[in-house]
């Protein structure tokens, strides 16, 4: 069975700093995706970043980078420049190929202050 | 191109009634999965279809029920509605590209038991 664990229930960072936002999984399947989502108050769930397991390098978008080490079944969140619209829950997934079920960690929230 | 469309937004029900939500995904996407978010349980995978076939169902009781149509639109019906129900229920569809599997959340369905 598959299962995600975010260890940090809050986090705070101030406008313009970077944050590391922690994630560990476990999955017995070798084919997999792993995912960052953002749920502002809006409460629209945001895909932020995702990563497949077999690539090696790290994946990018803009401000967010992931670091993953696949050994250590870790895939933490980088925000870099943090901005004030950058507040919300943040929550780590994984996925097998060809289909939609989700497990999804039980989520940080973040905030950021000016 | 238009995103997850969920209907209704917000949803008050009394126990024992039944109650059907409807998402359209996203054009061309073919696949459709249902979530349910409530403070207690997390983020919890229901079921998800493609091209009107169910292909994956999470660990609900057969109360919880859905169905995908030609046009890829898809409903969910919940009967004999309990207070444990309460909760913000999130489709989601998806499309695989060249990068792989994404999926694209809507807003939700906040439903209220009473």
């Known amino acids: 069975a598959q299962t995600v664990t975010q260890s940090q229930p809050e986090m705070s960072v101030q406008e313009a700093e970077t944050v590391t936002l922690s994630c560990t999984y476990d999955t017995s399947e070798n084919n997999y995706y792993l995912f960052w989502y953002k749920q502002p108050p809006s409460r629209q769930m945001i895909l932020v970043i995702r990563q497949e397991a077999y690539k090696q390098q790290n994946a990018t978008e803009n401000r967010f980078s992931v670091n993953f080490q696949k050994a250590a079944k870790s895939f933490s969140l980088k925000i870099s420049d943090s901005q004030l619209g950058d507040t919300a829950m943040y929550f780590c997934?994984?996925?097998?190929?060809?289909?939609?079920?989700?497990?999804f960690g039980t989520g940080t929230r973040l905030q950021v202050f000016p | 191109k238009a995103g997850v469309t969920q209907t209704p937004r917000y949803l008050i029900k009394t126990r024992g009634q039944q109650v059907t939500l409807s998402c359209s995904p996203i054009?061309?996407?073919?696949?459709v999965s249902w979530y349910q978010q409530t403070p207690g349980q997390g983020l919890q995978f229901l079921f998800e279809y493609f091209s009107e076939t169910q292909r994956n169902k999470g660990n609900f009781p057969g109360r919880f029920s859905g169905r995908q149509f030609s046009n890829s639109r898809s409903e969910m019906n919940v009967s004999t509605l309990e207070l444990g129900d309460s909760a913000l229920y999130l489709c989601a569809s998806s499309q695989f590209d060249r990068e792989g599997e994404k999926l694209f959340f809507g807003s939700g369905t906040q439903l209220s038991v009473l």
């Open positions: 054009s061309g996407h073919r696949s």
């Open positions: 997934a994984s996925g097998l190929y060809n289909t939609d079920k989700l497990i």
